[in-house]
């Protein structure tokens, strides 16, 4: 009885002892491909993208979820983007540019990562550090976020309010220089777009934006390259761009 007991616990070793090596050349290869692979192909082949986004959403809820919320739906009270409405802050969703962001991050004091720019806090007396910034009067902040909320709608915004802020914004704010004449935004350095209703922090309120001009924003985003491995990083990207096309979203977190 005693012999086959241990013959018994001997076969169950070994079957074990296989099943864990053939899983781990499974991921090995799982790896191997998504590495070898172009990033922009792989939500396009049908088993890359299913080893990349299950593989993506578990790293997502381990290292993601805490800022950019569970379906990556951002919050903007701390400024962590809605990464599943195709609105990018840093350039334009390709998974290529998205796994650079994960490995590199945003102000992470990684030296590849993005720092090219950041909003001036107009209400202090150094509003920006890089380069003199002139700061504005209370007043003037609230004539330059008048003129913002002005370009969504300018219904009861006094004219001359909207005049004032509009030649500040092209002027000694330097405004432009970052969100464009056109206030569209650069997603080259991170200025987001100040016409199209998505916003990155607070509810594109009069008050909010003030808000952001008078204290500035500075939002960080950690570096993932000493955390993840190079297919988790891999993963996690495509994952999230993912997020934004409504059939992946639907199957993975259900309809919104």
């Not at 650079?100 to 991050?105: E, I, N, P, R």
């Not at 330097?174 to 569209?184: E, M, P, Q």
């Not at 993932?224 to 993912?242: C, G, I, K, Q």
Request: glycine content about 12%.
């Amino acid at each position: 009885m005693r012999a086959r007991w241990a013959l018994g616990v001997a076969v169950f070793l070994v079957l074990l002892a296989v099943a864990w090596t053939i899983h781990g050349a499974m991921v090995r290869r799982q790896a191997e491909a998504l590495i070898r692979a172009d990033p922009e192909a792989i939500l396009s082949d049908p088993a890359l993208r299913a080893t990349a986004t299950t593989l993506g959403h578990t790293v997502f809820e381990e290292h993601c979820a805490a800022c950019h919320g569970p379906a990556g739906r951002g919050d903007r009270g701390r400024g962590a983007p809605d990464l599943a409405d195709g609105d990018w802050l840093y350039g334009t969703g390709r998974v290529a540019e998205i796994e650079q962001t994960v490995l590199h991050g945003i102000r992470s004091g990684d030296a590849r990562g993005w720092n090219l720019a950041y909003m001036p806090a107009y209400a202090r007396a150094k509003p920006y550090g890089p380069e003199a910034v002139e700061p504005l009067r209370p007043a003037g902040v609230q004539d330059v976020a008048a003129y913002i909320r002005s370009l969504h709608d300018a219904t009861g915004i006094d004219p001359a309010t909207v005049a004032r802020g509009q030649a500040i914004y092209a002027g000694k704010g330097g405004c432009w220089d970052c969100h464009g004449g056109d206030a569209g935004g650069d997603p080259a350095i991170g200025a987001p777009n100040l016409v199209d209703d998505v916003w990155l922090y607070g509810d594109g309120s009069q008050a909010s934006v003030a808000h952001s001009i008078a204290y500035g924003r500075f939002g960080r985003m950690p570096a993932f390259a000493p955390t993840l491995n190079p297919m988790e990083a891999r993963a996690v990207a495509a994952y999230v761009a993912s997020l934004s096309q409504p059939d992946q979203k639907e199957d993975l977190h259900g309809a919104d």
